[in-house]
T-cell receptor, first 110, second 114 residues
Framework: AQSVTQLGSHVSVSEGALVLLRCNYS??????LFWYVQYPNQGLQLLLK??????LVKGINGFEAEFKKSETSFHLTKPSAHMSDAAEYFC????????FGAGTTVTVRA | DGGITQSPKYLFRKEGQNVTLSCEQN?????MYWYRQDPGQGLRLIYY???????QKGDIAEGYSVSREKKESFPLTVTSAQKNPTAFYLC?????????????FGSGTRLTVV
């Protein structure tokens, strides 16, 4: 069965600093991987997805993620954090259904 | 614009009452899903449906019921048997049953027991 593990339930960064959210996956087949963002009291919004094309995937709001098969990772990064990036972020892997990680809450310090 | 509409956004339930959460999509997606979200517990799958008139239990189906009479609609009923229904409920859909294209989510319904 496919699964993902998000390392760190909470990440705090300063405005303008690098944002790095870690996701490792387990899959018996070539995976499709996703990052979603959730703002308070809202649904999940797709940030980006990996579908076996380019290993470096660019998404919305300046985020990108790199698929590394050797490390079974799909970490999400943004070079410079903005206050509006404060949200919860979920990594997911496809299977019969999407399997979601537990989520990482990002806070941004002014 | 196509999307998923959940209503109402906020819902209050008295003890012992059944309540129904609405989920409608105009994306022509085949599959639909219901998730429950509690603080610190991520997303937990309640029910899903891959085709009209068919649905399967997820990880926490007890105390909930669903129907899928139309492709675009997948309402969730929270019954009085659900002992702790206060939570944020999310509906989602996917183009097909593979999940390879990801899910589209609604904006959620926050249910509170009063």
């Amino acid at each position: 069965a496919q699964s993902v593990t998000q390392l760190g339930s909470h990440v705090s960064v300063s405005e303008g600093a690098l944002v790095l959210l870690r996701c490792n996956y387990s899959s018996s087949v070539p995976p499709y991987l996703f990052w979603y963002v959730q703002y308070p009291n809202q649904g999940l919004q797709l940030l980006l997805k990996y579908t076996s094309a380019a290993t470096l995937v660019k998404g919305i709001n300046g985020f990108e993620a790199e698929f590394k098969k050797s490390e079974t990772s799909f970490h999400l990064t943004k070079p410079s954090a903005h206050m509006s990036d404060a949200a919860e972020y979920f990594c997911a892997v496809s299977g019969l259904k999407l399997s979601f990680g537990a989520g990482t809450t990002v806070t941004v310090r002014a | 614009d196509g999307g998923i509409t959940q209503s109402p956004k906020y819902l209050f339930r008295k003890e012992g009452q059944n309540v129904t959460l609405s989920c409608e999509q105009n994306l022509n997606h085949d599959a639909m899903y219901w998730y429950r979200q509690d603080p610190g517990q991520g997303l937990r799958l309640i029910y899903y449906s891959q085709i009209v008139n068919d649905f399967q239990k997820g990880d926490i189906a007890e105390g909930y019921s669903v129907s899928r009479e139309k492709k675009e609609s997948f309402p969730l009923t929270v019954t009085s048997a659900q002992k702790n229904p206060t939570a944020f409920y999310l509906c989602a859909s996917s183009i097909d049953t593979s999940a390879n294209y990801g899910y589209t989510f609604g904006s959620g319904t926050r249910l509170t027991v009063v």
